[in-house]
């Protein structure tokens, strides 16, 4: 039943996400890997921003320091949830059986960030 809805989120990615693919074959991942769209396509759809910082913070992916630090630190974790199965589905695809550290995690960010920008600079240049 997961798997079926999981399937109609990618499919409706396909559709809806220009270049959605691409960014896919840039991380690896194959028309099978349910899991790793389902996340790509969450994280895709929640992050807006180019920006790297603004995207790590956004997720949450730092360490907050001093006293009151559980104060500061606010992110959005639906967000973070989709990049863990993404991240996920990519370690283990590459042979690495253990959970996703954050140095991981900001790894398969900056993918993703930068295969966006890419994207959009193909799709400016060729409309030139």
Do not use: H
């Not at 809805?5 to 691409?22: G, Y």
């Not at 074959?25 to 992050?47: E, F, M, Q, R």
């Amino acid at each position: 039943m997961v798997e079926d809805v999981r399937r109609e989120i990618v499919e409706k990615a396909t559709r809806l996400i220009p270049r959605f693919m691409d960014i896919a074959k840039n991380l690896g991942l194959d028309v099978d890997d349910v899991n790793g769209l389902t996340g790509l396509a969450g994280l895709l759809v929640y992050i807006k921003s180019t920006s790297y910082q603004k995207s790590v913070k956004y997720l949450g992916i730092y360490k907050a320091k001093g006293r009151d630090a559980w104060k500061i630190k606010k992110y959005n974790s639906k967000a973070q949830r989709y990049l863990t199965m993404l991240t996920n589905t990519i370690l283990w695809k590459n042979g690495e059986c253990r959970p996703p550290r954050y140095r991981d995690l900001r790894k398969i960010l900056k993918v993703v960030i930068e295969s966006r920008k890419q994207m959009r600079f193909a799709e400016r240049g060729a409309g030139v």
